[in-house]
Structures are given as structure tokens and as C-alpha cells.
């Protein structure tokens, strides 16, 4: 045991800037935070090697002056607040005074500022914490901070660093949080000498279309509600255009990009009634809120907040939400004429039309994959053995006749066998003791789900695809897919990187084949992005493996064959825990004889 003894103050810096600056991205956050508070309305960025070579950001400020340099890059010392009340009302992204000597800490900082109302520009330089004397230089007006190879004086940090595409990509996600918080600042941005951003100051939807694409808004509806002390403005996605992927979810509060469990939970509720378990909601929004009632002194990374009346927030959140969503409630995805004929023929026929439709192969969808036959050599080759040729009076007790298929005796089978499909979504089958009704994509989705668990302890198997799918992707998923090439193969997925934004998936989980590809895929790198490749097969493994699963699954108003049909009840009770989906819900539910005379009135 080492007796105590105070840190010398370069260690305590370097430990600072841990907790402020995790990565490139956390310093470019900090430094833009900084423009926007020094009222920039143009801001300029230039990045090398993903932020760890350089980040320089230069704006139009009010400046700092010469004896302010040195007090600009020590710790604790801020222009943005000077007493305790002053936290009670943060106006502000920085105050803590830290964000800069954390940075400097950790790199070779030069700060370079030429105040509004003087008439000559200073530098200072700060050598891994080695604050300099201020010089002179050359500088029209605002501020520039260029920061070069950031931890270079802390290599157990540095080694920790992903690769230059990776850290690019956090960069590039911090800077659109910024850009999309103020769309009333313009913006430049370039990697590697490659401009990749040019916003003009602009209102939000301008800025929301340039960033986030012209399709968010125009498949979102407009949210913009005012209450007490308190007002939430923006676009949430209407459920029928929502997606799997959960990259375009932006919130902010008082011009801060947050992840707040408040907030979130609010958003959830306004969905939940309206958005199918596997979408996930995607929204821009600005909520603007007395600062008084709102603590952001609450994480040095200033994600977080606190609200005083946190009930009262998620309840005007919740409901602005709900009312936006209720008053698109009536519109949905342009249906083509050939599926409004599908549909009306799944509404029309009596059960013996029905039979013979669903059976019917659909030539514009794969098979699913249960093996499936044609009707008759189905029957005879699944039940020869077990149902011999009765006469005609055997037959007539033991069996019902529909359209032409011998229904056998289902006592060995619990689950019946088909009758039916209804609307593209249930099966209808028949047992011993009445009537079941089997919700085919959640019955699907947990035999998937089963099958992936017992197949991923021997590594999932890989089905190459005979023509690569092709998609245009984000800077991060381009990473992941590169960086974590292992962990994907491992999960039965082939994919490699045609461009800086553009992927190619050239296998596939070979029990998911029929999988959309794309989809799937997206699915995939979003969980690896956010859990990291190690949980993903480990502790978020159950979670993956449900997602994968839910993609795999047979979609609603996918035609069934009558053998596809039974196949998928063998597959169901031969499945552990298939009476409820990966997500909890009932798989299929049982009318017997009883319940049917009751509900007909029979006997009375």
C-alpha cells in the first residue's frame, strides 16, 4: 500500500481529459460547442487521419482576447458562468471551463484569436499541457484551434483508437448533431483534404434535408406543439415509412444533441400503438425549455440532462408526439394495382376458393424454406404411414373433406394441420379440439430464432449469394464492416467494401436466405456499431440473434402453400418455446368446439 500523495497536475489534466475527450470526436464536439457559443455564424472544420493527425476549427466569433489566451486553455476557467447560481440556468453548450486544457492535455494545441474590438490577432501553443507565452499573428477575426496528433504523449489511450475510417466516422456523426442543432450556422467540413460537408445557413428543414435526406421529411409528419414554459418542434417518420435501423434518431434540447431515458421513453409511448416491434422510430426535434427547469450539469460529456418535473416533459412530449402521428393516421404506402387485386382476392373466397388460392405457388416470392411439396404427394408421403386407407364410412367419421384434401386424425399433432391462410398474415388450422390460429411471422420468427441460437454455438453457416447486393451505406457501417470482418463471418455474413460509402453483402446466414439482404445487413451493423463486436457474441447475443430472426421471417401478406402451411406447425411443435415470439408475444391461440358453439349461440 502506497501512502497518499496529490497528483501533479499534468496526470490530473491527462485523467481530465478521459472523462472530456474519449476519442477525436469528443474534442471536435467540444470545439464546435465552443463557435457556437462564441456566436459564429460560420464555422470550418479540416480533419486528417479520422481527427487523431489534425482537427482544426476555425469560426467567425467575437474572439478572445490576448489576456484571456492563457485562461482559455486552463482548467476551470470560463467566460460561460461565474457563480453556483449561474448552473441553475445554463444557457450555454460549454461551462465547465474544461474542454480545452483537456484537449491540450492530451495533444499539441494551437489557439489563435483575434478579439472583435482589437485590432491585432494572438497565438498561444500548448505542447501536451506546456502552455507557451502568447505571440503574435496573423488572423482576420473569430477563433482557430488546431489540435495535432492527439495522444501522442498517452500511447496506452492512443492504442485504443479505432481505425482512421471508424474514428472519421464518429467525427462525422458528432459534427451532423452540431450542424442539425443550429441549422442557422453554416458549415464546411473535409477529411483528408476532401471536402465532404458544404451547409449554407438555412432553416431547419433545409438542414434537416441536406443532412439526414430530402425523403426524411417528406415521410415524417410535422411536429410543432407549445405548452407552459416549454415548446417541441420538428419531424417524427409516420410508422409506414419507419425502418429497422435506429441511425436517425436526433433530439435536442436547448440547441444540445441528448440521449435522455425521459425522452426516449416519451417517444416509444407516442409509437407504440402505431409502429410494428422490429421498426424503431426516427425523428428530429427540437425541444426548447426553460433552462431553469432543466439540469445539463449532469455528465462531463454533456449528453444527459435532468428535468425538474420529468412526468410533466415525457406527458408534453408523449402527446405532441401522439397528435402529429394521429393526424396522418389515415394515410399509407402507395399500393400498386396488382396488390390491391391481391388483396381483394384474399378478402373475396369462400374457405374452398381460399384453399385452392393459397395453395397456389406465388411466382413473385421465394419459397420458404420447410421443404414444402405439392398437396397430394405432401399428404401421402407426411402421413401414409400413420393414416391407412379407410372406407368410405371410416373416412366420413375420422375426417373432413375440404376442396379435395383429406384433413387426417390430428391427435399426435397438437397443433392441427391447415385449412387456410387469412389476409396474407394468419394460418387456419384445425386439431382435435377445434379451431388454432397461428400468427406466421411470429411463429417463424421463434423457430428462426431457436435454430440461430443452436447453429451460432458451431458458427452460423454461410450461404453466398449468386449475384452481390450492392447498398449505399454510412462512413461508420463501411468501418464496421471492415473492422469487424471477424465477427460477421462468425455470424454467417460476407460482406466487403466497394467505396467510402458503398457496401457489397455477398453471403448471407444460410437459415436466413430468403432474407431481404440489405435489411438484414443494415440490422446487423447497427447492433455490432452500437454493442461493440465482443457483446454482440456474448451478452447482446440473444438480442442479435432476435433481430436476425425478425428480418429472416416470413413477412405478412407472403401467399402460402397449404404444405408450407403444415410444415410450419411440424416446425412449431418440434420448436422449445414456440408459443411466443422473440419479442413475448403469443405465437398462436386455441378456439376449441366449445368456444365456437358459444360464440354461434349453439345449444340455446
Known amino acids: 500500500m502506497h501512502a497518499i500523495r496529490p497528483l501533479p497536475d499534468q496526470l490530473i489534466n491527462q485523467i481530465a481529459a478521459g472523462e472530456v475527450v474519449e476519442r477525436p470526436a469528443a474534442a471536435l464536439k467540444e470545439l464546435l460547442e465552443n463557435s457556437l457559443d462564441a456566436g459564429a455564424t ?58 480545452l486544457a483537456s484537449i491540450a492535455a492530451v495533444s499539441r494545441l494551437a489557439l489563435t484569436s483575434r478579439s472583435r474590438v482589437k485590432p491585432h490577432a494572438w497565438r498561444i501553443e500548448v505542447d501536451g499541457g506546456e502552455v507557451g507565452a502568447p505571440q503574435p499573428a496573423a488572423l482576420a477575426s473569430g477563433t482557430t484551434v488546431t489540435v495535432q496528433e492527439l495522444y501522442f504523449n498517452t500511447p496506452a489511450r492512443r492504442k485504443f483508437l479505432r481505425t482512421d475510417a471508424t474514428e472519421f466516422g464518429h467525427c462525422e456523426e458528432a459534427f451532423r448533431r452540431i450542424a442539425l442543432s443550429h441549422p442557422d450556422t453554416g458549415f464546411t467540413m473535409q477529411h483528408n483534404a476532401n471536402v465532404r460537408y458544404r451547409l449554407l445557413a438555412q432553416g431547419r428543414r433545409a438542414r434537416v434535408d441536406a443532412l439526414l435526406g430530402d425523403e426524411f421529411a417528406a415521410q415524417a409528419a410535422y411536429v410543432d406543439e407549445h405548452g407552459p414554459g416549454l415548446s417541441l418542434a420538428g419531424w417524427v417518420v409516420r410508422p409506414a415509412y419507419a425502418t429497422s435501423a435506429r441511425d436517425a434518431q436526433y433530439l435536442f434540447v436547448n440547441g444540445r444533441f441528448v440521449r435522455d431515458r425521459v425522452l426516449a421513453h416519451a417517444l416509444r409511448e407516442a409509437y407504440r400503438d402505431v409502429l410494428h416491434h422490429e421498426r424503431q422510430p426516427a425523428y428530429a426535434l427540437w425541444l426548447t425549455i426553460e433552462p431553469r427547469i432543466v439540469d445539463v450539469n449532469v455528465h462531463p460529456a454533456k449528453a444527459e440532462v435532468r428535468f425538474r418535473d420529468s412526468g410533466a416533459v415525457h406527458q408534453f412530449v408523449r402527446h405532441a408526439v401522439e397528435k402529429s402521428l ?251 418455446r414456440a408459443g411466443q415470439c422473440n419479442h413475448g408475444r403469443p405465437t398462436w391461440y386455441q378456439l376449441s368446439l366449445g368456444d365456437l358453439d358459444r360464440l354461434f349461440l349453439r345449444g340455446r
Open 42 to 99: 460560420q464555422v470550418d472544420i479540416d480533419l486528417a487521419g479520422g481527427g487523431v493527425k489534425l482537427i482544426r476549427v476555425a469560426d467567425d466569433g467575437m474572439g478572445i482576447d490576448r489576456e484571456d489566451l492563457v485562461f482559455a486553455v486552463a482548467r476551470h476557467a470560463t467566460s460561460k458562468i461565474s457563480s453556483a447560481s449561474d448552473l441553475e440556468a445554463i444557457g450555454t453548450l460549454g461551462f465547465r471551463g474544461e474542454a
Open 326 to 576: 394521429a393526424s396522418t393516421a389515415a394515410e399509407q404506402p402507395a399500393v400498386s394495382a396488382s396488390e390491391r387485386l391481391g388483396v381483394a382476392a384474399a378478402r373475396v373466397p369462400p374457405i374452398a376458393s381460399t384453399l385452392a388460392w393459397a395453395s397456389r405457388p406465388t411466382s413473385s416470392q421465394g419459397s420458404m424454406a420447410f421443404g414444402a411439396a405439392e398437396p397430394a404427394s405432401f399428404y401421402a408421403r407426411l402421413f401414409g404411414d400413420r393414416v391407412p386407407l379407410l372406407d368410405q364410412t371410416e373416412r366420413t367419421e375420422r375426417t373432413e373433406r375440404t376442396d379435395g384434401f383429406d384433413l387426417p386424425n390430428t391427435g399426435d399433432h397438437p397443433l392441427g394441420f391447415a385449412l387456410a391462410q387469412l389476409h396474407g398474415i394468419f394460418v387456419l388450422a384445425q386439431n382435435s379440439d377445434g379451431l388454432v390460429l397461428v400468427d406466421m411471422h411470429a411463429a417463424h420468427e421463434r423457430i428462426l430464432y431457436e435454430r440461430l441460437k443452436t447453429a451460432l454455438d458451431r458458427s452460423l453457416p454461410m450461404q453466398p449469394l449468386l449475384v452481390p447486393v450492392t447498398f449505399a451505406a454510412d462512413p461508420l457501417d463501411v468501418a464496421t464492416a471492415d473492422e469487424d470482418a471477424e465477427v460477421l463471418s462468425a455470424l454467417g455474413f460476407a460482406m466487403s467494401v466497394l467505396g467510402p460509402a458503398t457496401l457489397a453483402v455477398r453471403g448471407v446466414p444460410a437459415l436466413l436466405v430468403d432474407a431481404d439482404a440489405v435489411a438484414l445487413a443494415r440490422a446487423v451493423l447497427a447492433d455490432v456499431r452500437e454493442y461493440g463486436a465482443s457483446r454482440v457474441l456474448t451478452a447482446q447475443r440473444d438480442e442479435l440473434l432476435s433481430t436476425m430472426a425478425c428480418h429472416g421471417a416470413v413477412r405478412a401478406n407472403r401467399s402460402l402453400t397449404v404444405p408450407e402451411m403444415n410444415a410450419l406447425l411440424r416446425e412449431m411443435e418440434a420448436t422449445e
